[in-house]
């Protein structure tokens, strides 16, 4: 067996539309990807996994809390590449609805907002670590995801 492309998907604050899309991706390419990639995190696939020695973080969904921007650090610092999946990941919204509440929405939430430990504003990927790609959409673009999964392999060597 070659050498494999070691990945986490980890999603944050999002709808996980891009992880339904992922998953029917591998309905089509499993037989080409199965040699190739090696899923050292990914919550949609297994129970248990490894925070370590990431070769590429796909990521989808924007920084909410305090637990999510403390685990995405992580995170960043485990992986080599770090994608953005998603618009959620690229730009926050729509998760980041909440940022433009007027101020009378901001006061009705802000009990829910301290409870549950979120941040202040929700923000997207670039704004919390290095974001080395980015894929757009909700859900993510199939065919830009596919040219950065490409690039991925090509740069770790492994076609």
């Not at 704004?127 to 065919?143: A, F, H, N, R, S």
Request: charged share 30%.
């Amino acid at each position: 067996m070659g050498k494999k492309l070691k990945v986490a998907w980890v999603t944050f604050a999002c709808c996980e539309d891009s992880s339904i899309l992922f998953l029917e991706l591998m309905n089509d390419h499993f037989f080409e990807w199965k040699d190739k990639l090696d899923f050292k995190v990914c919550r949609i696939l297994q129970k248990f996994h490894k925070l370590e020695d990431i070769d590429v973080a796909f990521i989808e969904g924007a920084i909410a809390t305090k637990e999510d921007d403390h685990k995405v650090k992580q995170i960043r610092k485990a992986s080599k590449k770090v994608v953005a999946i998603g618009a959620c990941a690229c730009t926050g919204m729509p998760s980041a609805q909440r940022n433009v509440f007027d101020d009378a929405t901001k006061q009705e939430i802000v009990e829910v907002i301290n409870r549950f430990g979120h941040l202040p504003k929700v923000q997207p990927l670039k704004e919390v670590i290095k974001v080395d790609y980015e894929v757009p959409g909700c859900p993510m673009d199939e065919k830009i995801f596919l040219q950065v999964l490409q690039a991925c392999l090509k740069e770790f060597g492994i076609e």
